[in-house]
């Protein structure tokens, strides 16, 4: 159990990609936001400027991959904080799986359950990133922190680092919740999820 504390943390996993939409794995590739993906940034963003989040009170940190760095690019945008770049927050590497959709992947790698759970599966990805090594670079990431944070980054290593930052060990990753468009909020050991609600789409104007 680690029982360090650290500053507030604001996790955001990027907006939604097209291999998300089809059900393609990414790892170290990558694919662009799709209108719904942009959306949910904009949404994020709208979110983080509630929260009172500026250059002033967080930095801004994304993983480096596209998709990511374009999600924190929409919330600079919006909260007029600087980008930094942070290699330590991309995404797992799912070796020979990346861009394969999950149809393909099942038909040459049959999961040794029908009831696998998607954490194993992770784990068992030919030439994968070894978990101990993700656990280790979130670690180094959190305590290199130095005031509360904005951190841009993709599901599984949201996942990782959220565990890790709540002192929890890695038998409690399946423990917190995942998803798109919403805020994770660590701060005093607690975890929230805010979510983040799109713009309604406007109203047509009258012809004529």
């Given at each position: 159990?680690n029982g ?8 955001i996993r990027?907006?939604?990609t097209a291999w ?9 590739l990558?694919s ?5 993906g ?17 250059e002033?009170s967080?930095?801004l940190?994304?993983s480096?991959?596209?998709r990511?760095?374009h999600?924190?690019?929409i919330?600079?945008?919006a909260?007029?904080?600087a980008?930094r770049?942070?290699p330590l927050l ?9 861009g394969l ?5 099942d038909?040459?790698w ?9 954490l ?6 030919p030439g994968?990133?070894p978990?101990?090594d993700?656990?280790?670079r ?11 944070a ?18 929890r ?6 423990d917190l919740?995942?998803g ?9 050991g607690?975890?929230?999820t805010l979510?983040?609600?799109p713009?309604p789409l406007?109203e ?5």
């Amino acid at each position: 159990m680690n029982g360090t504390v650290y500053p507030e943390i604001l996790v955001i996993r990027h907006g939604q990609t097209a291999w998300n939409r089809d059900g393609r794995w990414q790892g170290a590739l990558d694919s662009p936001l799709t209108e719904a993906g942009i959306s949910q940034a904009h949404a994020m963003a709208r979110a983080l400027v509630g929260l009172g989040v500026g250059e002033a009170s967080h930095d801004l940190f994304h993983s480096p991959q596209g998709r990511a760095a374009h999600t924190a690019r929409i919330i600079a945008a919006a909260t007029g904080q600087a980008l930094r770049a942070e290699p330590l927050l991309r995404e797992i590497g799912v070796g020979d799986w990346a861009g394969l959709t999950r149809d393909e992947v099942d038909r040459r790698w049959p999961a040794p359950d029908p009831h696998e759970h998607f954490l194993d599966r992770y784990a068992r990805a030919p030439g994968g990133e070894p978990f101990a090594d993700l656990w280790a670079r979130v670690e180094s990431l959190l305590r290199g922190l130095r005031r509360p944070a904005v951190l841009v980054t993709h599901g599984i290593t949201s996942r990782f680092l959220r565990t890790c930052a709540l002192g929890r060990d890695e038998a409690a990753l399946a423990d917190l919740p995942g998803g798109q468009g919403v805020v994770f909020r660590l701060r005093g050991g607690r975890h929230e999820t805010l979510p983040a609600k799109p713009a309604p789409l406007a109203e047509p104007k009258p012809k004529g």
